[in-house]
């Protein structure tokens, strides 16, 4: 089985400032990935970043960062010096065996 | 632009109709999965195929049925729509179709059905 937790529905966050969206996990498979994806309020879903399970450094693109702690079960993300367009829903995915659950999101508006 | 194309962008139908959304996964990938968004429900899995074959089956409705062709497009097919079926209808693709993989998004289809 498969759960994913955001717990912060809503968040905001002053321009240049950086924030981190929360995610917790729960999944069964031993080997599984994580995802994050940004929804602008155009809605389509955009892939930000990915961690594998088994990966020992956390992953960065650009920006974004993932705060991966397997103990704890937890993903966040962050995003450094946040910019006006980042303002979106945010959300987290766990992907094992052949199935991937999607958390109800965190919506996040920066402020100028 | 993430390479996965859906059409059409939107629909607006009856209740009662039939609808047929399409899609076409980025080249290479091997394959699709259907997600349903709606405010109450958050994204929702409905359905993955693989290489033609369907791979796993989420919250899909008996009234709701999807295909992937030899030629790897996929078509959802949404029959007998109510009021509710009203979403946004996400199509995805994948590399290896293994959960692991990231999955790369189309721009969606909205439907309406009043």
């Known amino acids: 089985a498969q759960k994913i937790t955001q717990t912060q529905p809503g968040m905001f966050v002053q321009e240049k400032e950086a924030v981190t969206l929360d995610c917790t996990y729960d999944t069964s498979d031993p080997s599984y990935g994580l995802f994050w994806y940004k929804q602008p309020s155009s809605g389509e879903m955009i892939f930000l970043i990915y961690q594998g399970s088994y990966d020992q450094q956390n992953a960065t693109e650009g920006r974004y960062s993932l705060n991966f702690q397997k103990a704890r079960k937890s993903a966040n993300l962050v995003i450094s010096a946040s910019q006006l367009g980042d303002s979106a829903m945010y959300f987290c995915a766990v992907g094992g065996y052949q199935k991937v659950t999607f958390g109800t999101g965190t919506k996040l508006q920066v402020i100028p | 632009d993430s390479g996965v194309t859906q059409t059409p962008k939107h629909l607006i139908t009856a209740t009662g109709q039939r609808v047929t959304l399409r899609c076409s996964p980025r080249?290479?990938?091997?394959?699709v999965y259907w997600y349903q968004q709606s405010l109450d429900q958050g994204l929702q899995f409905l359905i993955q195929?693989?290489?033609?074959?369907?791979?796993a089956k989420g919250n899909i409705l008996e009234r709701f049925s999807a295909q992937q062709f030899p030629d790897l497009h996929s078509e959802l097919n949404l029959s007998s729509l109510e009021l509710g079926d009203s979403a946004l209808y996400f199509c995805?693709?994948?590399?290896?179709?293994?959960?692991?993989?990231?999955?790369?998004f189309g721009p969606g289809t909205r439907l309406t059905v009043l």
């Open positions: 995805a693709s994948s590399l290896t179709g293994e959960g692991s993989d990231e999955q790369f």
């Open positions: 080249s290479g990938d091997l394959s």
């Open positions: 195929y693989y290489n033609g074959e369907e791979r």
